[in-house]
């Protein structure tokens, strides 16, 4: 058997790009926009996600047989606070400047609906390892659309990838200008728009 | 006073907490589809952030602040990491008191609300907006004044998106744009048009 054909290979791969969480499941979507201004804190960003959503699936998997069902939001919440506590201390910790950028939003990820979503809808049913790839699927599906966002609004704001500059002076000499629309929030409303768009036209073919 | 008036025109146009942190998209998105739903949302947001902010405040000042154990006799304690499982777990607890005293006292209201509380424990408007009031350091009132504005600016956003929403059934939109996509530009350009208020200072 190929290994393209595999269950786990599928289980991995669709949440990145087919039924990307962001764009085809509209979930997450808060968050994506917020820390989009620059790629760095877009990249830490999407590698918290990654890390809450592929360990919450994990446990909540391990557990799935003990958990009551008519209780099943509230450990579901402790289990994906719990990791979101551990993440915050870490970014805070190790990234301080990128944590204090990131603000309110790495608090955000618990309402994030990805999350929950995907211990509702696949955790909940699956063993541990199928659900572990799942998550982290589609903590990269999130992740990459929240660089493309990000590359976009930095490279169009403010010339720049990574805070160096990516725009030759010579482009500012001839009078190239840096649209600081893209910096503000209405920038990432409609990148985000455009993105979609290109995805479902180019997914539909 | 004036402090308490700016606290309000800037979280329900410049600062609002929708079109320009990005809260609460994914009700927004799915319950703007119908005007009496989403003034019915809106009413429900604005009702549980006046009630969470204040109650997430006296919670954060009194038990997890640093220091805040002081009258407990352990001034040394900072339990200030457990803000986000605490808050989120008073939000819930909230919501589920308000649903039952709603039912129980006011059924009208409930008809009206009642769909929608269980629907607002996991909108991330509610816990950034108490995120938001720690990370400002706002005093008791403040944080009373935040709240309500907060949901009064959510309310104004979903609302005026919802109207639109309505308008654009009749419009020619591109095929791959329709639905999400057509969202997201018309949410943008209407946080360009709150941009506008930028000027307003006090």
Known sequence: MKITRTKAFKVFFTPIWESNPVSGQILGICSALAVTVQLKTAIVMGLALTFVLAFSNLSISLMRNLIPRNIRIIIELTVIATLVIFADQVLKAFLYDISKQLSIFVGLIITNCIILGRAETYALGNPPFLSLLDGIGNGLGYSQILITVAVLRELLGAGKLFGFQVIPDAFYAAGYVNMGFMVLAPGAFIAIGLIVWVQKTVSKE | ?202
């Open chain 2, 1 to 202: 006073m004036e402090n308490l008036i700016s606290i309000f025109l800037n979280s329900v146009f410049l600062g609002n907490i929708l079109l320009a942190y990005f809260l609460g998209m994914c009700s927004f998105l799915a319950i703007s589809r119908n005007l009496d739903t989403a003034i019915g949302l809106g009413l429900a947001v604005t009702f549980v952030l006046s009630i969470t902010t204040p109650a997430n405040w006296l919670i954060y000042y009194y038990l997890l602040a640093p220091g805040a154990l002081e009258w407990a006799g352990l001034p040394g304690i900072d339990l200030g990491f457990l803000k986000f499982i605490i808050f989120i777990a008073v939000i819930a607890a909230i919501v589920q008191a308000l649903e039952m005293i709603i039912d129980r006292y006011s059924p009208p209201l409930y008809t009206a609300l009642g769909v929608f509380l269980p629907l607002i424990a996991v909108n991330c408007a509610i816990l950034g907006t108490s995120l938001f009031m720690v990370e400002r350091n706002y005093n008791f009132i403040e944080s009373v004044v935040f709240g309500a504005s907060s949901g009064m600016g959510w309310m104004l956003a979903i609302v005026t998106m919802a109207g639109i929403r309505k308008k654009l059934r009749y419009a020619n939109v591109p095929a791959g744009l329709e639905g999400f996509g057509i969202s997201m530009i018309i949410a943008g350009l209407m946080a360009m048009a709150f941009m506008l208020f930028s000027g307003i200072t006090l």
